[in-house]
C-alpha cells in the first residue's frame, strides 16, 4: 500500500528527473526499478509496474518531438512492432525467473550500465544520409527484436543501446535518435506492459505517483535542450546505482 505523502512525494520527484535521464538518453529504470523494490514491491510487481512510468513518459515526450515537427515515421514504427515481439518474450521470461536470481542480475547490469553512461565516449555523428530502407531496414528489424527481449526482460540501460545503433548503423542525426528511441520504446512498452498485467504483476498506485513525475519530466525535456548540470547527475547516478546494487546483491 502506498505511504502517503512521503511516497507519492519521492516517486513524483524521482519520476521527474528520470524522465529527463531517459528522453535524453537512458538509464532512468537502474533508479525506479531498485526503488520500487526497496519500497516493498516483489521483484515481479515492480519490474511489471515500472512499465507504468514507460509509458507515460514515452507518450509524453514523442508528443513533445511531435510538436517541434521531429518525425522518425514510419522507420520508428516498424522497429517499434519488431522490438514489440521480443519485449513479448523477455516479459515472460522476467516473469517467471526466480526473485533471487533477478535481483542479483539486476545488480550487474546496473553497475555496467551505469560505468558506461559515466566513462562513454561522446558519439561521433556522422554527416550523412540516413540508413532506414531496403537492406540497413531489415537489419534493423531484426535487431530492434533482440533489443527487445532486454527491453521487455528488464529495459534498464536500454536507450543507450538503441542510441548507439541508430547512431553507428542508420546513421541518424541525435535529435532524431531520440525521438525515434521513445517512439520504439512506447510501442514495445505497450506490449510488455500488457504481459505483466494479465500475470498480476502490476501495482497502479505505485506507478501512477512515477508516472506523473516522469511525463512532465520527459515532456520539458524533450522540447527543451537541457545540458547544464551533467556531469552532477552522472556523480549522483553512479552514487545511487552502486549503493542500490550492493543492497540487491548483499541484502
Known amino acids: 500500500m502506498l505511504d502517503f505523502p512521503f511516497d507519492f512525494g519521492l516517486l513524483i520527484v524521482v519520476g521527474f528527473i528520470v524522465g529527463i535521464i531517459n528522453t535524453l538518453a537512458g538509464g532512468g529504470s537502474l533508479i525506479t526499478l531498485p526503488l520500487l523494490i526497496f519500497l516493498g514491491?516483489?521483484?515481479?510487481?515492480?519490474?511489471?509496474?515500472?512499465?507504468?512510468?514507460?509509458?507515460?513518459?514515452t507518450s509524453s515526450a514523442?508528443?513533445?518531438?511531435?510538436?517541434?515537427?521531429?518525425?522518425?515515421?514510419?522507420?520508428?514504427?516498424?522497429?517499434?512492432?519488431?522490438a514489440m515481439f521480443?519485449?513479448?518474450?523477455g516479459a515472460k521470461i522476467a516473469i517467471d525467473i526466480d526473485d533471487f536470481l533477478f535481483n542479483r542480475i539486476l545488480?550487474?547490469?546496473?553497475?555496467?550500465?551505469?560505468?558506461?553512461?559515466?566513462?562513454?565516449r561522446k558519439y561521433n555523428y556522422l554527416k550523412t544520409f540516413e540508413k532506414t530502407?531496403?537492406?540497413s531496414l531489415i537489419i534493423s528489424a531484426i535487431a530492434f527484436f533482440f533489443i527487445g527481449i532486454y527491453g521487455g526482460f528488464i529495459n534498464a540501460g536500454i536507450g543507450y543501446i538503441m542510441m548507439?545503433?541508430?547512431?553507428?548503423?542508420?546513421?541518424?542525426?541525435?535529435?532524431?535518435?531520440?525521438?525515434?528511441?521513445?517512439?520504439?520504446a512506447l510501442i514495445y512498452t505497450i506490449a510488455a506492459f500488457l504481459t505483466f498485467l494479465i500475470s498480476g504483476m502490476v501495482d497502479w498506485e505505485y506507478g501512477i505517483a512515477l508516472s506523473i513525475g516522469s511525463a512532465?519530466?520527459?515532456?520539458?525535456?524533450?522540447?527543451?535542450?537541457v545540458k547544464k548540470g551533467e556531469g552532477i547527475i552522472k556523480v549522483v547516478m553512479l552514487v545511487m546505482?552502486?549503493?542500490?546494487?550492493?543492497?540487491?546483491w548483499f541484502f
Not at 86 to 89: C, E, I, K, N, Q
Not at 216 to 225: D, H, K, L, P, Q
Not at 241 to 248: Q, S, W
Open 41 to 57: 514491491l516483489p521483484t515481479q510487481v515492480a519490474n511489471g509496474t515500472n512499465r507504468i512510468a514507460i509509458l507515460f513518459y
Open 216 to 225: 512532465f519530466g520527459a515532456f520539458f525535456t524533450s522540447r527543451y535542450s
Open 62 to 82: 514523442t508528443l513533445g518531438f511531435r510538436t517541434k515537427k521531429v518525425n522518425t515515421f514510419p522507420f520508428s514504427i516498424y522497429m517499434g512492432v519488431s
Open 107 to 120: 545488480a550487474i547490469i546496473m553497475i555496467v550500465v551505469v560505468l558506461f553512461i559515466v566513462f562513454k
Open 86 to 89: 521480443g519485449a513479448v518474450l
Open 241 to 248: 546505482v552502486f549503493v542500490m546494487a550492493a543492497k540487491l
Open 164 to 184: 548507439f545503433f541508430m547512431s553507428y548503423f542508420n546513421k541518424m542525426s541525435l535529435i532524431r535518435v531520440n525521438a525515434a528511441k521513445v517512439t520504439i
Open 133 to 135: 530502407t531496403g537492406k
